[in-house]
């Protein structure tokens, strides 16, 4: 499949084709191709020949060098831009983490107390008997059980108060 480089004495279609070749990042058989079209093509070398005229002028262009003052005045600047950034995102960030801390508040508060006298199934799997699930655990362990169900049982620790 190769490049069609063809145009007429007016316009060419080609034009576009132009600076990749003068970059060099054409594949050879394209940058061939192309290397045939300007020796037929006037708009094409004649476009070739401008870019070459350009960058001989930007090459010799020399670049004035910035005074310390004014050097030193574009650092304070970026340096301000750049602080601002950085205080906008942290406001930002301290927004997002109040909204989420007064949402896991709100859920928290709206806990329901209905049922607060039976216990839920994770209490009750906590509060029971290593024995109902493992008929080999030691007394030692069913001691610590027995003293952690009766001290922290709703009635021991009404007695408490």
């Not at 132009?18 to 594949?27: C, P």
């Amino acid at each position: 499949m190769g490049i069609d480089f063809e145009c007429d004495s007016m316009t060419c279609d080609q034009t576009q084709h132009v600076q990749a070749f003068y970059d060099g990042e054409m594949n050879v058989a394209g940058r061939a191709a192309f290397q045939s079209h300007l020796g037929t093509c006037a708009i094409c070398s004649a476009e070739l020949d401008h870019l070459r005229r350009l960058s001989t002028h930007l090459a010799a262009v020399s670049i004035p060098a910035l005074s310390p003052d004014t050097l030193s005045r574009f650092h304070r600047t970026a340096n301000v831009a750049e602080e601002r950034g950085v205080l906008r995102l942290a406001e930002w960030l301290t927004a997002a983490a109040a909204a989420i801390l007064a949402i896991g508040l709100t859920g928290l508060f709206k806990h329901d107390t209905t049922h607060a006298s039976a216990p839920d199934v994770w209490e009750q799997a906590a509060i029971a008997y290593p024995t109902d699930h493992d008929p080999t655990v030691g007394s030692d362990v069913l001691q610590l059980t027995e003293w952690m169900r009766t001290d922290l049982s709703p009635e021991h620790m009404r007695d408490k108060r």
